[in-house]
């Protein structure tokens, strides 16, 4: 009876746009949804910094290894802020990261995909940023309050990223033609990959119904993809590039474009953990985590040395 109140009054705020902060009562099942998302997507962060740290020493110029390693730090920032919004719901940053490394915690499939060449530092800000503000401005609005706040500063945050990625590979398509073969071909091997990171089609969501009902996610997988399509097919026409899909066309009818099969056998088998990159991520991440063991002894040390000094002058 009481649980059916509490339930009662909590979609109601829910409905009212009011946001849920930690100490409000909230079913368990929000909870835990939230934890898994929140905590994915902070994994995500981490994990994607991986295929863009592979050329921070390779950047041609100053400018944009400048760029490139303050793009990286800030995807470090937005990990953080994300670790720190799950953890207002009850789960320790150490539980997280050792679902990550159980792989019983999943991360964007996007990033078990490897960066071969320069012009992929522009087709991921270009593409997988553009996909992730696509999906992330919405997340702005979302119902938990410690989330909705994060995705405010990492959005803005994402926009500079996405805005540097597109005119990175402005340059190389005004440039030699060499260059351009290049971007042209970091598009077709991130086009498919970046159209998968907004997940399995709405039929075949597990998790959507109950996420819009607690106006987690406010769009459908399928609707934000759909959106992304229609402004990417725009963006590609300036940089005089075309989409790997012969089946991308304008319909004057439903406004929008129209865009051929997604293979959604390579994405459960990426996201299943057998795609080109899953395994070199998580090694590379466990090696930092106990890489920085030290750090986080001596971290610990410290604090207790300062807590001793200040209970000693206490007393
Ligand atoms: N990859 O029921 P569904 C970034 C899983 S980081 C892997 O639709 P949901 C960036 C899904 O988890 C971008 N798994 O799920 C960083 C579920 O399995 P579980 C990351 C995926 O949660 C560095 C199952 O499939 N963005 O931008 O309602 C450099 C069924 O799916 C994927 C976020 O994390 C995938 N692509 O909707 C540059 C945004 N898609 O968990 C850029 C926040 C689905 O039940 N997250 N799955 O075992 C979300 O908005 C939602 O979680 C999703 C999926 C739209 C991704």
Redesign the pocket.
């Known amino acids: 009876m009481l649980v059916h109140y509490l339930e009662n009054t909590f979609q109601q705020k829910i409905d009212a746009e009011t946001r849920i902060e930690p100490k409000d009562w909230m079913p368990d099942k929000y909870r835990q949804t939230l934890i898994?998302?929140i905590s994915?997507?902070a994994h995500?962060?981490i994990v994607?910094?991986l295929p863009?740290g592979a050329w921070i020493s390779r950047a041609p110029s100053l400018k944009r290894k400048q760029i490139l390693l303050a793009k990286v730090q800030d995807?470090a920032g937005h990990g953080l802020y994300l670790y720190s919004a799950a953890e207002t719901l009850g789960i320790s940053r150490d539980e997280m990261i050792a679902q990550l490394h159980s792989g019983k915690a999943?991360y964007?499939?996007?990033f078990n995909y490897p960066t071969l060449t320069w012009a992929d530092m522009g087709a991921?800000g270009w593409l997988?940023?553009g996909a992730?503000i696509m999906?992330?401005v919405p997340?702005c609005r979302t119902s938990y309050g410690p989330y909705s706040r994060a995705m405010i500063r990492v959005c803005k945050e994402e926009s500079f990223?996405q805005r540097q990625g597109f005119e990175s590979l402005l340059v190389l398509c005004q440039g030699s033609a060499e260059q351009k073969a290049m971007a042209q071909d970091a598009l077709n091997r991130w086009w498919w990959p970046s159209l998968?990171?907004?997940?399995?089609h709405d039929s075949d969501?597990?998790?959507?119904e109950a996420?819009m009902q607690w106006k987690i996610?406010r769009f459908s997988?399928d609707e934000l993809r759909q959106r992304f399509v229609d402004m990417i097919a725009e963006q590609a026409k300036v940089l005089g590039l075309t989409l790997p899909d012969p089946d991308l066309k304008w319909n004057e009818e439903r406004g929008h474009y129209d865009f051929g099969k997604i293979n959604w056998e390579e994405f459960w088998q990426v996201?299943g953990g057998n795609g080109p990159c899953n395994k070199e991520r998580l090694d590379a991440r466990k090696k930092a985590w106990e890489d920085g063991a030290w750090v986080r002894e001596a971290a610990v040390a410290h604090a207790e040395k300062r807590a001793a000094r200040k209970a000693a002058v206490a007393a």
């Open positions: 898994r998302q994915q997507h995500s962060e994607g910094m863009e995807e999943k964007s499939s996007i991921i997988v940023d992730a999906n992330q997340l990223h998968m990171m907004f997940g399995p969501s597990t998790n959507s996420s996610k997988n996201v």
